[in-house]
């Protein structure tokens, strides 16, 4: 069975700056898809990025990009320029390329804050 | 816009009162998903819908059921909630097609027992 840790809790950081968000994953397999969503507060879950496991070439959305290390089953975000509403709760998550319905492993999460 | 739907947003029931919670979706995805997510916890999936197949996850307790009765329609429904049961339910759906699509979330029903 698939695993993901995210070892961060809570993270801040000062309105402008920069952060990065930790996520580990532990699979046999050797196609699969890495996602983060974010979580605000009474907020619905969305999107923010997502990469797949045969691109090597690292996923970028706007401010948001990810630093993908196959070999080391790390897939870490940064958010350049941060901004009070990137305030939430952040999942990393692992989605198995095989299988029909493709659920979703989430991290515990990261609870980001941004600071005026 | 197409989106995941769920009704209610906020749902109190009593203990051991039977509560169902509604879910519907304009994306016409074939995968419909229920998780439950208690404070600051991830999402825990119970049991998805792969078009009228339903799939239970070992650990999901035998008080949690779930209706399909259309592509558009998901129901969960707690036959005697406990107090443990209380927290954020969410729906979610997603195509089988290949790309890793995600799941697309509802805005969730927070449920509290009294």
């Known amino acids: 069975a698939q695993t993901v840790t995210q070892s961060q809790p809570e993270m801040s950081v000062q309105e402008a700056e920069t952060v990065t968000l930790s996520c580990t994953y532990d699979t046999s397999e050797s196609d699969y898809y890495l996602f983060w969503y974010k979580q605000p507060p009474s907020r619905q879950m969305i999107l923010v990025i997502r990469?797949?496991?045969?691109?090597?070439q690292n996923a970028t959305e706007n401010r948001f990009s990810v630093n993908f290390q196959k070999a080391a089953k790390s897939f870490s975000l940064k958010i350049s320029d941060s901004q009070l509403g990137d305030a939430a709760m952040y999942f990393c998550a692992y989605r198995s390329a095989s299988g029909s319905a493709r659920q979703l492993t989430f991290g515990s999460g990261t609870q980001l804050t941004v600071l005026p | 816009d197409a989106m995941v739907i769920q009704n209610p947003r906020y749902q109190v029931t009593q203990f051991g009162k039977p509560v169902t919670l509604s879910c519907s979706q304009t994306l016409n995805h074939n995968v419909m998903y229920w998780y439950q997510q208690k404070s600051s916890q991830a999402p825990k999936l119970l049991f998805h819908?792969?078009?009228?197949?339903?799939?239970n996850e070992a650990d999901t307790p035998d008080n949690f059921q779930s209706r399909r009765p259309n592509t558009s329609f998901c129901f969960l429904d707690i036959r005697s909630p406990g107090l443990g049961d209380a927290a954020m339910y969410l729906c979610?759906?997603?195509?089988?097609?290949?790309?890793?699509?995600?799941?697309?979330f509802g805005d969730g029903t927070r449920l509290s027992i009294l």
């Open positions: 979610a759906t997603s195509t089988d097609g290949t790309g890793g699509r995600p799941q697309h």
């Open positions: 990469q797949e496991a045969y691109k090597q």
């Open positions: 819908y792969y078009d009228k197949d339903f799939n």
